[in-house]
């Protein structure tokens, strides 16, 4: 059961260690740190993951930084009240870390995927040079009755398909996690700057939807 669950949430890190450990939280004595890892992207810019790693993982007093490692986990969230209001926080909960020499050219160094379900309807909108985008927030079962809720941004023809989604609706999605500096505005004189992680959807399908293309397909073909 627990096998089958985490099946739906898979995700692959590869980067640099550029911060140090820091404590989040204690589970039944077992030991939780967070540590940022760089990821290149395509385009030459990187993505800062966070990543989440148990004690028992990993020598949490050592300095890893600058150390090349890939980090195989899922995507996980949970909320925080801060400023009168919950925020969800995201970071990779890592179950394996290996430590690599170097890394090739043609590494996949950040790969997702989420299989949930679509917990709130989609928003469609365009940029002021006229490019399609989506948001989904998707909710990811995970075992013992708990759930990762997982913001989604689609682009272009993705976006338009996702746009007709339906709250409730069975959804696959992969691609990769990016990470999003902004500017919060804390009141009339001060701002900060904050950092916002999502999935940049590659490719995504719906499983109601595409059960009744293959339904129609048959009745089409019987006719």
């Known amino acids: 059961m627990t096998d ?26 077992e030991g939780f740190y967070m540590v ?7 385009s030459e810019s990187y993505d800062v993951i966070p990543v989440m790693i148990s004690e028992r993982l990993l020598d949490v007093t050592a300095d890893y930084i600058g150390e090349l490692i890939c980090v195989n986990g899922q995507f996980r ?9 919950n925020k969800l926080v995201l970071s990779v909960f890592a179950r394996e870390v290996i430590f690599l020499e170097e890394m090739e050219e043609s590494s996949k160094t950040n790969q997702i995927f989420l299989d949930g379900f679509i917990c709130k309807e989609p928003i469609y909108r365009k940029t002021p040079l006229g490019r399609e985008i989506a948001d989904l927030l998707l909710a990811v079962n995970r075992p013992y009755g708990k759930s990762d809720y997982i913001p989604c941004i689609c682009w272009g023809r993705n976006a338009r398909y996702a746009s007709g989604f339906a709250v409730g609706e069975r959804c696959a999605v992969w691609g990769r996690i990016q990470s999003r500096e902004y500017m919060k505005k804390i009141d009339d004189d001060r701002t900060e700057r904050r950092v916002a992680y999502e999935v940049s959807v590659s490719k995504l399908e719906t499983s109601e939807r595409d059960q009744e293309e293959q339904e129609m397909q048959v009745y089409s073909t019987s006719c």
Do not use: A, P
């Open 4 to 29: 089958k669950v985490i099946e739906n949430n898979q995700v692959t890190v590869m980067g640099e260690v550029i911060s140090g450990f820091t404590y989040s939280h204690e589970i039944f004595g």
């Open 36 to 42: 940022d890892i760089r990821c290149k992207r395509l």
């Open 77 to 85: 969230s949970y909320n925080r009240h801060e400023e009168k209001k």
